[in-house]
């Protein structure tokens, strides 16, 4: 049975080198929805194993207090990438990321480790999610064959730093560069029934310019955002998070097109604006996501 997790709240998802015990003992302060505790580029090649050491028992002894515990592995072109995942299952993750996706065959491979290494362990089967990471036009151009590759698969991830120097060009503060790859994947995700996550914003004295990208992302129906920094993680949650007025007008189209359709009628008004049916169902998210986002009051 797969891990019922795999729709739940993710609007931020902080980066942490797992080598480091200070960074990942606490970070569960900020309150960031997941944890991104990364054992590839921020790990140096000869401390790969220090790292893993130092990952093991953050799972196994740190109490993060709901926030999910993902674990970045190294490439599957690199000889640290199974015995990754043989930690991080071990240690009892939550989900294991897979960096320069670009097939369904990676994320095959990495499904086929995750399962070897929960037998082994005794962890329940399924237990374990996965999410890849797309960092290369090939990645972009095979987004939906990824996302539909395993049921493990809870989402994807852009990663713009090695997309854009894949596409000859680098990251600005327009996002131009970026607008073809986030929008195809966005709706890949959005065919299979998956999540999908924007890149780092790596420019902290620009909170301005982070918060345009986020509203940007927002607009174009991402579920989140990767950060860098607990600073961040706000700036993300407020975007994300169903502001009042927008719970109250999704209450009132359910309650309106619930009696409506009992009576027979299509097309009416709330406050004004034009509603039939299909407006149901992002009303009913609005109210699931302020739900999970803890600002929801409400009885439905």
């Given at each position: 049975m797969i891990n019922a997790g795999k729709k739940r709240l993710r609007r931020t998802m902080m980066f942490l080198n797992a080598q480091k015990p200070g960074l990942i003992k606490d970070p569960y302060i900020y309150k960031p929805d997941?944890?991104?505790?990364?054992?590839?580029?921020?790990?140096?090649?000869?401390q790969k194993d220090a790292a893993r050491y130092s990952l093991y028992h953050a799972l196994r002894e740190i109490d993060y207090r709901g926030c999910e515990r993902v674990v970045r592995?190294?490439?599957?072109?690199?000889?640290y990438w199974e015995e990754d995942i043989?930690?991080?299952?071990?240690?009892?993750?939550?989900?294991?990321r897979i960096p320069k996706t670009e097939s369904a065959k990676d994320v095959k491979?990495?499904?086929?480790?995750?399962?070897?290494?929960?037998?082994?362990?005794?962890?329940?089967?399924?237990?374990?999610?996965?999410?890849a990471a797309i960092e290369s036009a090939r990645g972009v151009m095979k987004a939906l064959d990824i996302c539909e590759s395993s049921e493990r698969l809870f989402g994807i991830?852009?990663?713009?730093?090695?997309?854009?120097?894949?596409?000859?060009?680098h990251i600005t503060t327009t996002g131009v560069e970026l607008m073809g790859a986030r929008q195809n994947m966005i709706i890949a995700a959005r065919a299979a029934g998956v999540q999908c996550f924007d890149t780092v914003y790596t420019n902290l004295d620009d909170m301005e310019g982070f918060r345009q990208s986020v509203e940007t992302i927002h607009l174009m129906g991402f579920d989140g955002k990767s950060i860098i920094n607990p600073r961040q993680i706000n700036i993300v949650h407020e975007i994300f998070t169903p502001s009042q007025k927008d719970i109250i007008f999704a209450e009132k189209v359910v309650r309106e097109i619930d009696t409506k359709k009992a009576q027979g009628i299509g097309v009416f008004t709330?406050?004004?604006?034009?509603?039939?049916?299909?407006?149901y169902d992002g009303a009913k998210r609005t109210i699931e996501l302020a739900k999970a986002s803890g600002v929801y009051k409400g009885d439905l």
């Open positions: 997941s944890l991104m505790l990364d054992l590839e580029d921020a790990v140096a090649e000869n592995i190294n490439g599957l072109d690199t000889p043989r930690c991080a299952v071990a240690g009892g993750c939550d989900a294991i491979m990495v499904e086929a480790a995750v399962e070897a290494a929960e037998t082994e362990f005794g962890i329940p089967a399924g237990r374990t999610l996965i999410m991830a852009l990663s713009g730093g090695d997309y854009t120097k894949d596409l000859q060009t709330v406050d004004g604006k034009m509603i039939d049916i299909a407006f």
